[in-house]
């Protein structure tokens, strides 16, 4: 399923221009979207493709859509590219241990060159889904405040509504408290 | 990691055990001055954008000239050296200036044409930093095979099409 900004905007008609070629690639759910995810032991991954040739046409398409979701998804991996240094593209990625593992990308697209790095290098759908129930459940879904659905105490069954809406009972008021206060001492 | 538009405070946080760099200062003794770019989100644009940092890597042989492609290593303890303390120390040439060999057909390569096997060694006039006889020879790359001339031949006009 290939995102574009009318499915983004929920089937109503998208009049508006943003700036630039495929501008649905700036855009924080088509970040979101991506499907690679590298395992802990990836540090480095480079990149080097030429900019005319045919034989690195999937690379150069890799890089133009694809490269922003991977750095989105794996903020902790440098990715280094390099322009028209060899004949042949291929990606290079150093691991944790000093270990590297050269990828030929020469005449691919760049849906195989997605779901091979995937293969190799990437966690697995049940690792990602095993991560978000992790993360889920960590969360209490008694909270309540600013980040969450209900926003202030008074939206919570059982406890006194809102003071905007109604006056706190007499006894509750701080002026009152006070001033019985000041009473009982003068 | 700081998040957000604090550039300075972003790239302070950043202390890599691995880092891929480019050489860009080589007069200073034992030590060479490598840039590192890494790319960082701009969350209004939500574009990335490379932000440069410099390291210093610890290399007392002189083994680098400008405009090396250099995998650095973190040190356990940065090394003493002066005027800087260096962080990191070479551990890999990625690529080498005037003798990049393309890992897939392993020869050494100019732009996107092979080079012919009679132009495998060094070239004779020295590059910007230290001129190639202070640099000891280098021996066999680990993707150099040696091919029979008939694999450059085949290759030729591999450009042209």
Known sequence: MWLTLAKLSGGVMFKGRMLGKYPIRRTRTFLESGEIVFKDRVKIMSVNYNVFEKNSEG?????FFHLPQVQYKNPEVQ???????TPSPFFKFYLDDGEQVLVDVEYKSRQE???HVKK??????????E???SQQQSINIANFGPRWPRKCICEIEGQLPCSSSEDFPKELRGKYQMKKRMEERY | MPVGRNWPKLLKAWNP???IGRVIGVRLEQVAKVKCVKMVLDPYIVTYFGKPRTFYAHDPEKKCT????VLLKALPEPAPTTPHPSTHEISEFVHQVGRIYDPIRG???EGTALLPPTKHKLPVEPPKGRPYREIPAPERSPYEKILPDTEYYRNKDMHKS
């Open chain 2, 17 to 19: 055990q691995w880092v």
């Open chain 1, 59 to 63: 690379a150069r398409e890799f890089v």
């Open chain 1, 131 to 133: 991560i978000k129930t």
């Open chain 2, 107 to 109: 020869q050494r390569c």
């Open chain 1, 120 to 129: 190799i290098l990437g966690k697995t759908d049940k690792e990602l889904e």
């Open chain 1, 79 to 85: 990715v280094v590219t390099f322009k028209n240094l």
């Open chain 2, 66 to 69: 400008m405009g090396d492609v």
């Open chain 1, 113 to 115: 060159i997605v779901k």
